[in-house]
T-cell receptor, first 109, second 115 residues
Framework: LAKTTQPISMDSYEGQEVNITCSHN???????ITWYQQFPSQGPRFIIQ???TKVTNEVASLFIPADRKSSTLSLPRVSLSDTAVYYC??????????FGAGTRLTVKP | GAVVSQHPSRVICKSGTSVKIECRSL??????MFWYRQFPKQSLMLMAT?????????EQGVEKDKFLINHASLTLSTLTVTSAHPEDSSFYIC???????????FGPGTRLTVT
């Protein structure tokens, strides 16, 4: 079974910042946290990966508190094209690649 | 990021026949490859993990004799759905990871329809 928990769905409006939080209470010391985006009938696309504190790239930021039992994906100023399913994945014991249910984000005009 | 391809992107087959799906890592060596199945509006379900040159490790509930996985090289893994039935119709996605890598790269998926 997957070891992550996310909200099933979220709604937002264009231009807003969206924060999606993932819980991973049993994360191990060497595990990384990775977020993926998936559009219908496509394979997941890598968004961002982190181990602790904060990571930022050109599309998102990832915030990880000190205890690492959760992480928050932050999407700045979303657009309609950001409507997708977002998955949080924690690499347990290297290669335990089970996905959780994901969060279906709907961006409205 | 690295690129993973899948072939075919779509396939329709008759019930009882077998179909092979190829997964290739185009610009990296995938020591580990993963096969997922995804039904409409559901999450990806891990079917099996394969390491190059070794037998695949199947998830509970996935029949290894029905879903044959071969990972013969560092750039190619194949999934063969044997004696396919309509309930096997799904979206099959593969991914690959390199040595000492925490990131997996996904293929575009293969839509299988069994009639």
């Amino acid at each position: 079974l997957a070891k992550t928990t996310q909200p099933i769905s979220m709604d937002s409006y264009e231009g807003q910042e969206v924060n999606i939080t993932c819980s991973h209470n049993n994360i191990a010391t060497n595990d990384y946290i990775t977020w993926y985006q998936q559009f219908p009938s496509q394979g997941p696309r890598f968004i961002i990966q982190g181990y602790k504190t904060k990571v930022t790239n050109e599309v998102a930021s990832l915030f990880i508190p000190a205890d690492r039992k959760s992480s928050t994906l932050s999407l700045p100023r979303v657009s309609l094209s950001d409507t997708a399913v977002y998955y949080c994945l924690v690499d347990y014991n290297n290669n335990d690649m089970r996905f959780g249910a994901g969060t279906r984000l709907t961006v409205k005009p | 990021g690295a690129v993973v391809s899948q072939h075919p992107s779509r396939v329709i087959c008759k019930s009882g026949t077998s179909v092979k799906i190829e997964c290739r890592s185009l610009d990296f060596q995938a020591t580990t490859m993963f096969w997922y199945r995804q039904f409409p509006k559901q999450s990806l379900m891990l079917m099996a993990t394969s390491n190059e040159g070794s037998k695949a490790t199947y998830e509970q509930g996935v029949e290894k004799d029905k879903f044959l996985i071969n990972h013969a090289s560092l750039t190619l893994s194949t999934l063969t759905v044997t004696s396919a039935h309509p309930e096997d119709s799904s979206f099959y996605i593969c991914s690959g990871k390199g040595v000492e890598s925490y990131e997996q790269y996904f293929g575009p998926g293969t839509r299988l329809t069994v009639t």
